[in-house]
Every structure is written in structure tokens, then in C-alpha cells.
């Protein structure tokens, strides 16, 4: 249920994650695509705890996918989360568009989505600065912010997990909100009771879309109730 492979190494654990995108998002929109092959694995590092380190990808397109959009998407990602690309594959293909990426990490200490207990609080940290990208549920909140702003919003997770008062997380991913949080509960072997008003969105986005939208910045954290504060006032300083 984790979003990445943890494997103990010395004082903490290497993350492994790997992400695959759909053939159609790659083909209408293949700089956004490169884009986010990088920013979801970066997620998924961050989710469990861990700084992202290096990403390889593997890539085979149809010859009219353009290529040089897709890897210029996804060296623009890799620039402004300051995580190289350090090798990969290529190839063409006359009927398979497809785009993988696979990301190395490593954390001190792990946020397990098992991890989530009764009597947590249950808090939603979203980036709420962007709009809407094509006709994907995917509510763009990176390419508009600085570099500067992306790596000071994925170190906070780790220094959450670091002072351990975020215990459980997991990034909302295309399930949306509603079925990230579902996944989160089957890990862990428990319910939770989620109050609509309390979601935080765009105030014009309607309520029904935004539950099953992508956010590029979002996250579902368990906490003990007393660390709740501290853990808002770390994400709204950011």
C-alpha cells in the first residue's frame, strides 16, 4: 500500500517508486507529460518520508508523438525539483505510446501508510495556487511556482517524518482525494470519517470534480491529534 519500496540501508532506507503514464496523456500533451513523470515520482518519494536522489526513464513512442516536447517536459521537472536524470531507454513504435519512470530516494525515518491508527487526525495539505490543464482531471500547481518554492514544499514531508509528528501519508494520486483515502484505510485496516466542508479547494472548483482530481501538491496525513498544529503551521508557512 506504500508508495514506494523501502529497503533498510545503514540509519534509514533506500526508496524505490516507479510510475507509469497513460498513452493517450502522453500523446495530447507531451510536455506536460515528461512534466509530470518527474513531479509524481518525486511525490511518491516524499510521501514515504525520503528526499528524492536520481530518476531513470523508459520511453517508446509512435512516430508522431513529439519526443522533443516530452523529454524537454520532463528536463524541466527534473531542473526545478533538482533531481537528475541519470539514464534510461528509448525507442519508437509504430502502435505503442508509453512513459515510464523509475526514482531512487532514501529516508531517515518512514511514513508507512499502515501506519495510520484510530484517533488520528486526518489532515489535507493541497496546493490550491493553479487551474485546471486540458480535459484530465489534473489540477496544475507546479509549473507556474519557482524552483525554489517546489523544493521547499517536498522537503517539508521529510522533516515531518524526521521530528515524527506526520505518522502515516500517502500523496493524492489519480484515485483523487476520496480514493487516495480509501487506499490509505485499506492499509492500515481502518475507516475514516472525511468532512466535506473541510477539504480544502479552489473556491470554484465544484466539490464532486475536485474529489477525484489529481492535485500536483497534495497530500493525506495520520497524525496524533496533538501534533496536528505544528504539522499546519509547517505547511502554511510554506
Known amino acids: 500500500g506504500d508508495d514506494a519500496a523501502a529497503i533498510a ?8 517508486a516507479a510510475e507509469g503514464l497513460q498513452a493517450a496523456f502522453v500523446a495530447e500533451d507531451p510536455w506536460f507529460a515528461g512534466f509530470c513523470s518527474i513531479m509524481v515520482n518525486v511525490s511518491d518519494i516524499a510521501s514515504m518520508g525520503g528526499r528524492p536522489y536520481a530518476v531513470v526513464d523508459v520511453v517508446f513512442t509512435a512516430d508522431d508523438v513529439d ?3 516530452l523529454f524537454d517536459g520532463m528536463r524541466a521537472a527534473s531542473v526545478a525539483y533538482g533531481v537528475p536524470i541519470v539514464g534510461g531507454h528509448t525507442g519508437r513504435s509504430p502502435s505503442l505510446t508509453w512513459l515510464s519512470v523509475a526514482i531512487l530516494g532514501r529516508a531517515r525515518r518512514l511514513l508507512e501508510a499502515d501506519a495510520a ?19 484530465h482531471p489534473h489540477f496544475n500547481a507546479a509549473t507556474c511556482a519557482s524552483s525554489a518554492d517546489l523544493r521547499r514544499q517536498i522537503a517539508i514531508l521529510p522533516e515531518l517524518a524526521e521530528q515524527g509528528w506526520a505518522i502515516a501519508c500517502k500523496d493524492i494520486s489519480q484515485a483523487g482525494l476520496a480514493g487516495t483515502l480509501v487506499m490509505l ?11 466535506l466542508a473541510a477539504i480544502p479547494r479552489p473556491p470554484e472548483v465544484e466539490l464532486g470534480r475536485w474529489l477525484i482530481t489529481f492535485p500536483s501538491y497534495g497530500y493525506l496525513i495520520s497524525c496524533e491529534p496533538d501534533d496536528s498544529p505544528r504539522i499546519i503551521e509547517r505547511f502554511g508557512a510554506a
Open 9 to 16: 540501508e545503514g540509519d534509514g532506507h533506500l526508496l524505490l
Open 67 to 69: 519526443n522533443q516536447r
Open 117 to 135: 491508527r484510530p484517533g488520528h487526525d486526518l489532515l489535507a495539505a493541497i496546493d490550491l495556487r493553479g487551474t485546471y490543464r486540458g480535459r
Open 185 to 195: 484505510c485499506e492499509s492500515a485496516g481502518v475507516g475514516a470519517e472525511l468532512e
